[in-house]
C-alpha cells in the first residue's frame, strides 16, 4: 500500500492531472473513433467507467489474494485481460438487453473496451504503485471519469465544429488531435495540484 498518498488525492490526480487520455494517452482509438457524436461518446464513457471502476476492485482483488499467494505473477496480464474480457462481455450482454439503442451505436467499440489500453493501464498502475483496495478502487473510478470527461469535452467540440467551416485537412481526425492537445495542455495547467506518479 501507498500510506503516503490520500485515497482522495489519487482520485482527483487520476481526473485532472494524471488523466487517462490527457496525461498518459491510454485508450486513443475508442476516444477519436466514437467522439464524433455526443451522446453515443457519453454512453462510451459511462461503459468505460464503470469497466474501470468494477475491474480495479477485481483485479486488485485477484492479485493480492492469488496472483501473489500462488507466485503467478508471470501470468498477471493474462489474468487481468480475462477478467477484462468477462466484465465487458457482461456489460455488453446488459447494455443489448436494456439499452439496445446505445449498444447499436456504440456498435465494434463496446465490446473493444477489452483492449482499450487504459483499463490495463489502471490495472497496472495500480499494481506498480502499490495501492491499497481503496485506493485502486478510488484511482479506478477517477481514471474512468477523467475518461469520460475527456472524451465528452471533445465529441461536444467536435459536434460544434461539425456545423463550421473548416480548412481543407482539418476536418476529422486532424481537428480531434488539435482539440485533444489543447485540453491536455490545460490539464497540465493543474500539474502541480495532485502528484501521483
Known sequence: MTPSISPWIIFLASIITSNMILANFLGMCSYLSVSTEYKTANGLGMAVTMVLVITSAINWLVYTYVIIPLDLVYLQYII?????????QIL??????FLPDLHAKLGIFL???TVNCAILGATLFQVIRHYGFIQAVLFGLGSGLGW???IDMLAAMREKLAKAKLPPGMSGPAIAFIIT???AMAFIG???IFVIQ
Not at 487481468?80 to 465487458?88: C, D, E, G, P, S
Request: net charge negative; charged share 10%.
Open 80 to 88: 487481468f485481460i480475462m477478467v477484462i474480457a468477462a466484465l465487458v
Open 92 to 97: 455488453e450482454m446488459g447494455m443489448d438487453r
Open 190 to 192: 493543474f500539474s502541480g
Open 111 to 113: 465490446p473493444l473496451i
Open 181 to 183: 492537445g489543447v485540453v
Open 148 to 150: 469520460w470527461l475527456a
